[in-house]
């Protein structure tokens, strides 16, 4: 039974084999297949290393796998499927193999129970079925059919692959290299050839090279593409194209050692390295500069490139700079802008592996050249230059506000003074020098307590404590210093200088800078306060006297007289304290002051006044009659001030008259000079002189017509002047004057230029000689300070400061023709209180040469209705102790163009105020 066992496995080992061997090549064969099929699939798709790689493991896996599959159900075959497979190739149905191999497994487990004759008779079945076997050889087990056919396919396959060799064998090993063995560096199948050159580009670290592919073996129909990989990652660049074959591609700033191939759509070049080499090369530099400690200034700190290596001069500067490379050592070389020749070699401090400092001090601008060297002693290649440069410490700036730059005062005169220092880094200190021209001066310490870097003042600039006297020119200005230990940084302001004048002087000025107007609109503030009051305490009085009972209406009555009658007096005191500019006004002033105490009396017996007691009537009654006695002065001179304006109003008809002489000389002038130079060919300009000459004669028509308007207004007593204005008047028209005037008008329209200017000579002529009769008659100029009529003695000084004034704005107009003044009833030109607006005379606000005057304080009023108006005032209190103007500002050229008339400048004074207008010219 045991050798029935043996035989039956020996066969069965010969059939596993023979399985085996079917199996394999039959494997073989799906090798064959997925490689050809694969190849064609890569000759295709021309697939790149990574894929292959994964393609490959993965047939690799799956044929591993079936290999393995087919193994172990070849080996898992038992004595039992031999058997059966025994049986089939004796061609027995009966199966005595597989029945003698159940009888022994049969009497192996049940030996013991059984008969000596089963037991004989199984063992006789067996050796039967042993014999049996032993027809069936080992090599008859084996699936020769199967074996022959597998391998008879594996044939044809194998001379298909040789038939293709023959055919295309560069092909077919191309696509067996690629296939077989993915990692190595085979480009896909191409009709193309690149030769690449060069073929190993060696460049320099971060330096360029140009490579460039001459591809043949077919034309070139596509672009050509530079592809480069490093870590993995790969960029495509397209190729410049040098003719059918050649193209080249460029490689810039090359720090990584990439590979590159040439590609023209799935064909491509072998992959190249580049053989980079390295050199050291600056990589980082950072630049700290340490500013002087007087400055003030933070550390700056940098890389170079990013900001200017600029600093005040001896600045400490730290120069750190890092390579590529493991450095030896270098030398920084400092070469001064002004003697390249003088330069300084400044050793480095190694402070690591790839890394130098350098120090140096800021002296002067220079240019900076950095040379390093690496461990094997190579050195930079390209320079590494940086430009140095210095900041200059500035010296402060410094400007004086206020005061301007020229101005005039009184000796006792309080005048404002600041001003602002600055400077980049910090002041030190801050002084002020006074002198007055021809002692010595004086300074004084402004500040500031601590170092900054501004510093600003505001002080009073008492002149009465300097002890200054008209006629002196007192000069100042401002000096500052900063910190720099070179002293370098030490500056002035410009001179502030300030012409001492007298309060006649002064009073002057102000009286051509306020001009009639200040005067009218003062005394009818006055007249309106006391014209309130006095309707106030008579409401009180007839109130208290018709209704005693009446104790609410009463109190809001008494309230209303106490605080007309302490606003009365305010008033009052205020404007006793101005600065008279008339001299009717010196005893005005006195009057106002005693009124005012009157006044405050008068208030302070309303406040204790009670509506409703007995006596309360006749106290309101006797308080009417105190400010009737008080008030009666002040309107006296208000009739006085009337008297007078009424007068200068008239005679202001005369100065228009002589400025409109001058205006028509002007003219005449100017149609003489167009007479001689074009002879009246230039018709534009008689029209524009033909208009200037209606403008003169529509204001002689103004002119007559405001002397017949002021004539009759004047108060009783002044019948001389009023015969004599209006006699002034009618001969004006006798002598045809506006009559000509029109003739030249119409002449220049039409173009009659010779006509124009013999009626404007006539014009002029009668003016002049209109002029030269009247000036000893009543209504002519007024000599030595007396009119030419009657009037009282303690006005005509007034009446001919008013017409002094007058006078100089006349003048001050050059010859500009003007309408009614503002305090005229009727006209809103500029006459008599400024002339035209760009001479520099305006009233108002500016001074006859628009110069800024200091000096004592005088309220100015304002209208409130507009110009000639005698409705309510508002009345503006000047809190400055001072009248100040602002000067003209820089480049205006109003003296230049309009003749700034020095002549009306006191003489002592008058080089002084050239050289001011000079300056702003210039």
């Known amino acids: 039974m045991d050798s029935f066992d043996n035989r039956l496995a020996r066969l069965r080992r010969w059939w596993q084999s023979g399985l085996l061997l079917r199996d394999l090549v039959r494997i073989l064969i799906y090798a064959v297949i997925v490689f050809a099929v694969y190849a064609m699939l890569d000759y295709i798709f021309a697939f790149e290393s990574e894929t292959r790689t994964a393609a490959g493991i993965i047939i690799l896996l799956v044929l591993s796998s079936k290999v393995l599959v087919l193994a172990v159900r070849i080996l898992k075959l038992t004595d039992r499927d031999m058997a059966m497979r025994s049986d089939i190739l004796l061609g027995r149905r009966n199966r005595p193999a597989l029945s003698a191999l159940e009888l022994g497994n049969w009497l192996r487990s049940s030996k013991q129970g059984l008969s000596e004759f089963a037991v004989f008779l199984a063992e006789q079945g067996i050796q039967k079925a042993e014999k049996e076997l032993s027809a069936i050889s080992g090599f008859k087990c084996l699936p020769i059919a199967e074996i022959w056919k597998n391998i008879k396919i594996l044939s044809v396959l194998a001379s298909c692959l040789l038939l293709a060799f023959l055919f295309a064998g560069d092909i077919l090993e191309t696509l067996c290299v ?96 580049i053989d980079l080499l390295y050199q050291p090369v600056i990589a980082v530099a950072s630049v700290k500069i340490t500013a002087p ?110 005061p301007p730059v020229f101005s005039l005062a009184t000796p006792g005169t309080s005048i404002p003074l600041s001003g602002s220092a600055s400077d980049d880094l910090g002041l030190q200190k801050v002084d002020i020098v006074k002198a007055v021209i021809g002692y010595r001066d004086r300074m004084k310490h402004l500040g500031p307590e601590t170092q900054g870097r501004s510093f600003n003042f505001d002080d009073n600039l008492e002149l009465k404590d300097i002890g200054v006297v008209p006629g002196q020119t007192l000069e100042f200005y401002m000096e500052a210093s900063d910190s720099n230990p070179d002293l370098n940084g030490i500056a002035s302001s410009e001179i502030v200088r300030i012409q001492i004048i007298s309060e006649e002087e002064y009073a002057l000025m102000l009286r051509v800078r306020s001009g009639l107007e200040d005067f009218v609109m003062r005394y009818q503030v006055i007249s309106e306060e006391i014209r309130n009051l006095r309707k106030n305490l008579q409401e009180l009085a007839d109130k208290a006297a018709s209704s005693p009972d009446k104790t609410a209406e009463l109190s809001a009555l008494l309230e209303k007289a106490v605080e007309s009658s302490k606003h009365a007096a305010d008033l009052f005191e205020n404007m006793a304290m101005d600065f008279p500019l008339y001299d009717i006004e010196k005893e005005f002033m006195k009057s106002l002051k005693d009124s005012s105490d009157k006044f405050r009396g008068i208030q302070e017996s309303l406040v204790i006044l009670k509506p409703g007691t007995p006596d309360f009537p006749e106290k309101t009654k006797a308080i009417s009659s105190q400010f009737e006695q008080a008030a009666e002065p002040v309107e006296e001179q208000i009739r006085d001030a009337r008297e007078v304006e009424l007068v200068a109003k008239l005679m202001e008809c005369r100065i228009r008259f002589e400025k409109l002489t001058a205006s028509q000389e002007t003219i005449v002038r100017r149609l003489q000079r167009l007479e001689s130079e074009t002879r009246f060919r230039d018709p534009r300009m008689l029209g524009l002189l033909g208009l200037r000459q209606d403008e003169a004669r529509k204001e002689l028509l103004k002119i007559l017509e405001d002397i017949e308007d002021r004539s009759g207004k004047l108060p009783s007593g002044y019948d001389k002047l009023k015969y004599g204005a209006m006699e002034f008047r009618d001969k004006v028209n006798e002598l045809e004057i506006p009559a000509l005037m029109l003739k030249a008008v119409d002449s220049a329209k039409n173009t009659e230029g010779r006509k124009t200017l013999v009626n404007a000579e006539l014009a002029l002529e009668k003016m002049r000689q209109l002029l030269s009769e009247s000036e000893n008659e009543s209504f002519g100029t007024c000599k030595g300070g007396c009119p030419n009529f009657d009037m009282r003695k303690k006005l005509c000084s007034t009446l001919q400061q008013m017409l002094n004034a007058l006078k100089m704005l006349s003048s001050g107009d050059n010859g500009a023709s003007g309408t009614a003044g503002q305090g005229a009833s009727s006209g809103t030109g500029e006459g008599m209180f400024g002339g035209m607006p760009d001479s520099g005379y305006q009233s108002g606000m500016n001074s006859p040469l628009n110069i800024p005057i200091f000096g004592p304080k005088r309220t100015s009023f304002e209208s409130g209705h507009g110009n000639g108006t005698t409705g309510p005032s508002v009345i503006r209190i000047d809190k400055n102790a001072s009248e100040k103007l602002s000067p003209a500002q820089p480049g205006k050229t109003e003296g230049k163009e309009k003749g700034v008339p020095y002549e009306n400048v006191p003489g002592k004074y008058r080089d002084a105020v050239k050289k001011y207008f000079m300056q702003q010219e210039e």
């Open 178 to 273: 690629r296939v077989l063995l993915p990692s190595r560096d085979v480009p896909p199948c191409s009709s193309y050839v690149f030769s690449v050159n060069p073929s190993v580009p060696k460049i320099l670290y971060g330096g360029d090279q140009v490579v460039s592919v001459m591809i043949t073996g077919a034309p070139v129909e596509s672009q050509v593409w530079f592809i480069t990989r490093y870590n993995g990652k790969t960029y495509r660049t397209s190729c410049f194209r040098e003719n059918e074959s050649k193209h080249t591609q460029r490689l810039e700033k090359v720090v990584y050692p990439l590979e590159f191939c040439f590609a023209v759509g799935k064909a491509r070049s072998t992959w190249h390295k």
């Open 293 to 402: 400690a007087y400055s003030g200034l933070p550390r700056k700190q940098f890389f170079a490139g990013n900001d200017e290596l600029s600093g005040l001069k001896n600045s400490k500067v730290d120069l750190s700079v890092t390579s590529n490379r493991e450095l030896l050592d270098g030398k920084l070389i400092l070469r001064p802008a002004g003697g390249p020749s003088a330069e300084e070699i400044i050793p480095s401090v190694k402070t690591g592996k790839s890394t130098l400092n350098f120090s140096w001090t800021i002296r002067e601008p220079a240019e900076i050249e950095v040379v390093i060297r690496d461990i094997r002693g190579t050195v930079n290649k390209d320079r590494y230059v940086l430009s140095q440069k210095t900041v200059p410490d500035k010296p402060p700036e410094l400007s004086i506000t206020n």
